[in-house]
């Protein structure tokens, strides 16, 4: 399909996975309120060994439609610049990783958040991963799009203040994650040539 005279994958395997996940996002966001609060991640349940599974749900469910919409709109972009990193689902088996980095720097470095929910952290490590694998590709728009990435983590992380509601430490967890997670893919792969 063409669009703006940009070349759209309409496959299955293209779109599949991406749409997948924003269609779960969406159906959590649509559960009874007492049951989105029960997947929220309760910083002090996860310390003290309880509901460990938050740590995966907490990043599956948000705070507010709003909320949502974003984290959709940075799926689409994501998708949008990164497709042939994402087809197919055997590029998606990382996210579990970088979901639970992301909570788990969430939990650890930011102390002051009870209560955290949203996809935005795991959207950054999808980012990270995806531009990075870009670089290793010699592709360097992913160049730009990791540098402007890594610069807003530093940005928020030194300028932001603490009271501002974005979640930092989940954003941070998710970057290295994905960072993490590109380098080791790319190893494999020259170890596997």
Known sequence: MQLFGLTIPTSREALLPTVSVMVLLTLIMMLPNAWQDMLKLNRHGVIEGQHLWQLFSGQLVHHNWPHLGLNLLGLLVCWALFIDHQSGWRRWLGVPVIMLS???????????????????????????YCALTDVLQKRWLGALILIGLVG?????LIYLPELSGLAFAAHTG???????LAFLCKILTLNHS
Request: aromatic share 20%; charged share 15%; proline share 3%.
């Open 102 to 128: 992301s909570s788990l720097a969430q939990v650890y470095f930011d102390p002051d958040v009870r209560f955290y929910a949203g996809f935005s952290g795991t959207l950054y490590g999808i980012f990270a």
């Open 152 to 156: 807003k983590v530093v940005f928020d």
């Open 174 to 180: 998710g970057v290295v994650a994905g960072l993490v």
